[in-house]
């Protein structure tokens, strides 16, 4: 396939803008967080650690193409290390589109307890009240998506699988669409691990 180039840039803006000959996308349409753990600062994050097993959880970077975050927990079964991103500077809106993609994979795929996605910050993360994420709970290897407020559920079980080791990329969006007589159109996927 071949690849299509603008030499002269690309833009999204009208004409009398002042980024109109930006050559490119304007960055302030959209609010985004990026992190492929090139760096890692604990005090960017609310951590929530459990430690009733022998070893202590640790978090630390490590090679990887592409940046990585080694996440350890202490050796007992329902230890946990649960991460919040301090400041909850996503907020949905109704009117507004919203995209969501991680990258990310476990050891233990069948007694991991997984949670990834946006949500209040919640010392108790496996039982949020508010959130749009994705869950993997202890016992089974099924990917489950989760729209929940005030502790109120929509839910769509075992929207893909998890796997010892390997990596998968999970992702949502919300697009304002003409549905019915107007709303959302949610779309929750799991994609091939994408190598960079």
């Excluded at 109704?94 to 209040?120: C, E, H, P």
Aim: hydrophobic fraction near 40%; aromatic fraction near 12%.
């Amino acid at each position: 396939m071949a690849t299509t180039h603008f030499t002269n840039g690309v833009s999204n803006q009208t004409v009398g803008n002042p980024l109109y000959d930006y050559p490119y996308l304007d960055p302030f349409k959209f609010y985004s967080y990026v992190n492929d753990f090139f760096t890692y600062h604990a005090d960017e994050w609310t951590i929530t650690t459990t430690e009733a097993g022998t070893g202590s959880a640790t978090e630390a970077l490590t090679s990887q193409v592409g940046g990585a975050l080694l996440i350890t927990n202490a050796a007992g079964d329902n230890d946990l290390d649960f991460f919040n991103l301090k400041g909850e500077s996503f907020k949905y809106v109704s009117t507004k589109r919203m995209f969501f993609k991680a990258r990310f994979k476990v050891s233990d795929a069948t007694q991991s307890d997984v949670v990834i996605g946006l949500q209040i910050t919640d010392t108790t993360p496996l039982d949020v009240t508010d959130g749009i994420f994705f869950q993997k709970d202890d016992g089974d290897t099924n990917i489950d998506f989760h729209i929940e407020k005030n502790n109120s559920a929509t839910s769509n079980s075992a929207v893909g699988t998890l796997a010892d080791d390997t990596f998968i990329t999970v992702a949502f969006a919300c697009i304002v669409a003409a549905v019915g007589s107007g709303g959302l159109l949610w779309v929750a996927a799991l994609l091939a691990d994408e190598v960079r």
